[in-house]
């Protein structure tokens, strides 16, 4: 599935993406943390329809339900079979000082021993993503590592 | 200490009245600039209420609300979002600006300004008002709709354009040459450049200088770092609002994203009273003979940004519909038209009354012609259930 990506200068980002059954959603991501999800119909392919709001709040709770932790369920599945090994969701909050920055800034790796084995950004999952992935707020880092090293990756993302 | 009385009751007049106008004029979905501009001119002297002892505070917060203003400009701006808006949009600043500024520049002629006062009428004509706009998109809820990254592309450009514009209005406001002018926005956007690259290298440090857990620490320290940055700026002539810019345009990240809520209430206090002061500047009376020249100006450039919005549009593949709605979102022009006339001097005769009743009509017409244009025609009960 193809997940667009567009720039929403000032006010934040719009994800676009058609559903299997035709219909064209549109999620807009507000800098505000505010989240409005638009779907596109009838004639007018331009003009969004407003389906609903979310603060971040309830934006947070929806992800939920829908799907990072399915993603990161799968991959926890893969290492309950390595004993030792663990994985778990890091989130990226706005706030965090590697938004917008490549993911190789983070020396994760070097520092804590783990790896980030993929990113969830919305809809889309970056699979072994490289040193120049851009990180972005709300996206979910997937990290497999030992106990401590993903704690010391929560850590670095946080602060 | 003492207290004086009269200055007191006419600030929490002017803010209670502000309060009023600023309410009534959301209620019905509009922007609350051109009320605060009606609230100046019926201010003051020969207007409905004087105040004479608040004249000198809001002088005083005038230029500080300028500063504020591009302060939050520079916070908002991201240099991907300006990269971007330059790859796609580029053309389309070119056509904004060509089509925009030169009516500005000939009502300006025909009108008898001097040069400084044709410059600022031409910036005045050409930048449209990223807050009304992206305000009004969100309310009327088309951020969604396929038209608006072109609208908001084409205000970024504008707004950074300013960055360059501003340095050369002030210069040649205060008296200097075309020589100096150009020294100043060479000053500027070397200074713009340097910040950009100075934020995505070094941002954390910057962000280091302010940065601080408690909110009050972190206020103090931008507005500490901002008036002094200013004042400098406008020490080496490039304009207070310039180095303000960017202050803004340095800090990125989650500094700036705090910085912005921090400072937000301050600049909506003082961005009023700016334009309470631009209000207060005009005599009600000379608003009346530049009517008709602001009338034309208005709707002439009105119907070049619709030119605007639907060449930018049409850059992106939007639909006619969708072209129309970009073109009618640009028309509204606001708070830096009105920076632009606080900077060239509020003292010479007909720009500042133009531009008040300029931007008077526009920013009361531009959200209404945006909120009827291109919207969905009027649909059958039985469409929106099987819509949804």
Same mark, same amino acid.
């Given at each position: 599935?193809?997940?667009?990506?567009?720039?929403?200068?000032g006010v934040?980002?719009r994800?676009?993406?058609?559903?299997?059954?035709?219909e064209?959603?549109?999620v807009?991501?507000?800098?505000?943390?505010?989240?409005?999800?638009?779907?596109?119909?009838g004639g007018?392919?331009?003009?969004g329809?407003p389906l609903?709001?979310?603060?971040?709040?309830?934006?947070?709770a929806?992800?939920?339900?829908?799907g990072?932790?399915r993603?990161?369920e799968r991959?926890?599945?893969l290492?309950?079979e390595v004993?030792g090994?663990s994985?778990?969701?890091?989130r990226?909050?706005?706030?965090?000082?590697?938004?917008?920055?490549p993911?190789?800034?983070?020396r994760?790796?070097?520092?804590?021993?783990?790896?980030?084995?993929?990113?969830?950004?919305?809809?889309d999952?970056?699979?072994?993503?490289?040193p120049d992935q851009v990180l972005?707020?709300a996206?979910?880092?997937?990290?497999?590592?030992t106990?401590e090293?993903?704690d010391g990756?929560?850590?670095?993302?946080?602060d | 200490?003492?207290?004086?009385?009269?200055l007191?009751?006419?600030l929490?007049?002017?803010l209670?009245?502000?309060?009023?106008?600023?309410?009534?004029?959301?209620?019905?979905a509009l922007?609350? +600039?051109?009320?605060?501009l009606?609230a100046?001119?019926?201010?003051?002297?020969?207007?409905v209420?004087?105040v004479?002892?608040?004249e000198q505070?809001?002088?005083?917060?005038?230029?500080?609300?300028?500063v504020l203003?591009?302060?939050?400009?520079?916070?908002?701006f991201s240099i991907?979002?300006?990269?971007t808006?330059?790859?796609?949009?580029?053309?389309?600043?070119?056509?904004d600006l060509l089509v925009?500024?030169?009516?500005?520049?000939?009502?300006?002629w025909?009108?008898g300004l001097?040069?400084?006062?044709?410059l600022a009428?031409?910036g005045?004509?050409y930048?449209?008002?990223?807050?009304?706009?992206?305000?009004?998109?969100?309310?009327l809820?088309?951020?969604?709709?396929?038209?608006?990254?072109s609208?908001?592309s084409?205000?970024?450009?504008?707004d950074?354009?300013?960055?360059?514009?501003l340095?050369?209005?002030?210069?040649?406001?205060?008296g200097?040459?075309w020589w100096?002018?150009?020294?100043?926005?060479?000053?500027?956007v070397?200074?713009?450049?340097?910040?950009f690259?100075?934020?995505?290298?070094?941002?954390h440090h910057?962000?280091?200088?302010?940065?601080h857990p408690d909110n009050?620490?972190?206020?103090?320290?931008?507005?500490?770092?901002?008036?002094?940055?200013a004042?400098?700026?406008?020490? +080496?002539?490039?304009s207070a609002?310039?180095?303000?810019?960017?202050?803004?345009?340095?800090l990125t990240?989650?500094t700036?994203?705090r910085?912005?809520?921090?400072?937000?209430?301050?600049?909506d206090l003082?961005a009023?009273?700016?334009?309470?002061?631009?209000g207060?500047?005009?005599?009600?009376?000379?608003?009346?003979?530049?009517?008709?020249a602001?009338l034309?100006?208005?709707?002439?450039?009105?119907?070049?940004k619709?030119?605007?919005?639907r060449?930018?549009?049409?850059r992106?593949?939007?639909g006619?519909r969708?072209r129309?709605?970009?073109?009618?979102?640009?028309?509204?022009?606001?708070?830096?038209?009105?920076?632009?006339?606080?900077?060239a001097?509020?003292?010479l005769? +007909?720009?500042?009354?133009?531009?008040?009743?300029?931007?008077?009509v526009?920013a009361?017409?531009?959200?209404?012609?945006t909120?009827l244009?291109?919207t969905?025609?009027?649909?059958?009960p039985s469409?929106?259930?099987?819509g949804?």
């Amino acid at each position: 599935m193809d997940v667009n990506e567009v720039l929403l200068p000032g006010v934040g980002l719009r994800y676009e993406f058609t559903t299997q059954a035709g219909e064209r959603i549109g999620v807009v991501a507000r800098r505000t943390g505010e989240f409005e999800v638009v779907g596109y119909l009838g004639g007018d392919r331009d003009e969004g329809r407003p389906l609903f709001r979310l603060n971040e709040e309830e934006a947070e709770a929806l992800a939920q339900i829908l799907g990072a932790p399915r993603i990161a369920e799968r991959f926890a599945d893969l290492t309950r079979e390595v004993p030792g090994l663990s994985s778990e969701p890091v989130r990226v909050a706005p706030g965090s000082p590697y938004v917008d920055r490549p993911l190789g800034h983070t020396r994760a790796r070097t520092r804590t021993g783990a790896s980030v084995v993929a990113i969830v950004r919305g809809a889309d999952v970056i699979a072994s993503p490289g040193p120049d992935q851009v990180l972005r707020a709300a996206d979910v880092l997937v990290v497999v590592g030992t106990r401590e090293g993903i704690d010391g990756v929560k850590r670095i993302i946080r602060d | 200490m003492h207290v004086s009385i009269a200055l007191l009751l006419e600030l929490g007049l002017i803010l209670a009245v502000l309060s009023v106008v600023g309410s009534l004029a959301r209620r019905v979905a509009l922007s609350p +600039v051109p009320l605060y501009l009606l609230a100046g001119l019926a201010l003051g002297q020969g207007g409905v209420l004087p105040v004479p002892a608040a004249e000198q505070f809001v002088q005083a917060g005038a230029s500080i609300g300028i500063v504020l203003l591009l302060l939050a400009l520079g916070l908002e701006f991201s240099i991907a979002e300006f990269t971007t808006s330059m790859r796609h949009h580029l053309p389309s600043a070119g056509v904004d600006l060509l089509v925009n500024a030169v009516p500005g520049v000939v009502a300006g002629w025909l009108l008898g300004l001097d040069g400084v006062g044709v410059l600022a009428l031409a910036g005045a004509t050409y930048i449209s008002s990223s807050g009304i706009i992206a305000r009004l998109l969100g309310d009327l809820r088309r951020l969604g709709n396929r038209e608006t990254p072109s609208v908001l592309s084409v205000l970024v450009l504008e707004d950074f354009l300013m960055a360059a514009y501003l340095p050369v209005l002030a210069v040649l406001a205060s008296g200097g040459t075309w020589w100096q002018a150009t020294t100043g926005a060479l000053v500027a956007v070397g200074a713009v450049l340097a910040a950009f690259a100075a934020s995505s290298r070094w941002g954390h440090h910057i962000g280091r200088l302010v940065e601080h857990p408690d909110n009050e620490q972190l206020m103090l320290r931008m507005l500490g770092l901002t008036m002094v940055v200013a004042a400098l700026a406008e020490l +080496v002539r490039a304009s207070a609002a310039v180095g303000a810019f960017l202050v803004g345009l340095a800090l990125t990240g989650q500094t700036a994203e705090r910085a912005r809520a921090v400072i937000a209430p301050l600049r909506d206090l003082f961005a009023a009273v700016f334009f309470v002061a631009i209000g207060l500047s005009v005599a009600p009376a000379a608003l009346v003979p530049v009517l008709p020249a602001a009338l034309a100006l208005a709707v002439a450039t009105g119907l070049t940004k619709m030119f605007t919005g639907r060449y930018a549009a049409s850059r992106d593949g939007v639909g006619r519909r969708g072209r129309l709605r970009a073109g009618a979102a640009l028309i509204a022009r606001g708070e830096f038209s009105l920076v632009i006339v606080g900077l060239a001097g509020t003292q010479l005769p +007909v720009l500042a009354p133009l531009v008040t009743a300029y931007v008077f009509v526009l920013a009361v017409s531009g959200p209404l012609i945006t909120r009827l244009t291109g919207t969905r025609p009027a649909q059958r009960p039985s469409d929106q259930l099987q819509g949804t």
